[in-house]
């Protein structure tokens, strides 16, 4: 082929990626664009559905997909969680969140939960890591305020071993910078990024127990997973807003511990049974939320296409949601004071709702080249369309 054919390809072929790429717009998807997978509705039909099974003798008799109109209901719960906007409010009454999490190798997953929790609609999101992370994370989004104050032996100029007595006198340093910001927040996610360093799990570990000694609101997700594993006392037995988000591999390292079968569809609600209190949001092809009671599936289309960070942008969402619940007159636990699943479930499937909407127009308009950064784009856009906050 002579050198202008060649020339006439490549610019016919750059012309038709700019069409494609100006169709990929949140709008276009959302009205036009069909999913890649034949399973999946398009999103005006997802829209105008809500698929939902929920498994519990508390909040159905029988094991059996909810009527539409039962369905609808659920709905229009969770969306009585979401603030709505108006000039009156002030900042921070949408929410302030914090993240604990973030270390030299991992800064991405810290970095998405709380850009999650504010796309969603948070006012105000902290993020509280460690010195090799902080520059970092600053540098991804200015909206985030960086804490460098978890510590690492990775940080240290020396290469000489701290003693017992001095690393105790580190954390401590570590949990008195921390510790006095807590009652500014309305939920706090502890573990995305964490890593494995011992000084980071000792201080991350001495957060948790503060974050539920106080009441606030809590997610536990990656990382803190990993110490809820090796010390389920953190949250066993410990009544109040926490909820802890394993995905498969994670459920099953849980569940061992705590010598819970992880198999079948109610493994989620027996590992709930055995923390005595905390709820579980089990990732999957279904979310399923669990209390020791009973438990909501999410069934929303997702994505084809598992990204890196998924996990963390769902933290950062659930997140909002408790936040809202606390600064609401909601009441945390299902003490028979409201009717239907438990706040604390609320929230979990209307976390889950959103992200799965999110991914599937982030799939449809990306494909394989889909990432958490498009998903994270869609959450505004998903929650106007269900709000009506256009």
Known sequence: MSAAGLHRRATSSLQHLRRSAAQCSWHEVRLHLKPRCSRQAPYHQVLG?????VRSA????????????GSSSLLQQVLALIPKLSEDRHKGQAGKIAVIGGCREYTGAPFFSAISALRVGADIAHVFCTQGAATVIKGYSPELIVHPYLPAGEDRDDTEKLSKEAEDEVVERAIRAITPWLPKFDAVVVGPGLGRDDLVLRTASRVLQAVVERGIP??????????????????KGKHGAIVLTPNVV???????????????ADAARRLARALDGPAVLQK?????AADAHGQLECEEPGSLRRVGGQGDVLSGCLAAFMAWIQRGQEPWAGDGARQGPPAALLACYGSSLIVRKAAHRAYACKGRAMGAPDLIDQLGPVVDDLVGDH
């Open 49 to 53: 559905g809500l698929p939902i099974s």
């Open 58 to 69: 508390s909040f159905s008799s029988v094991t059996a997909p909810v009527s539409m109109s």
């Open 218 to 235: 809590l997610v536990v997700d990656a990382d803190g997973l990993w110490m809820v594993n090796s010390a389920p006392a953190l949250v």
């Open 250 to 264: 994670e459920l099953g390292r849980l569940a061992e511990a705590l010598g819970v079968d992880a198999k079948g």
């Open 284 to 288: 999957g092809r279904l979310d399923v």
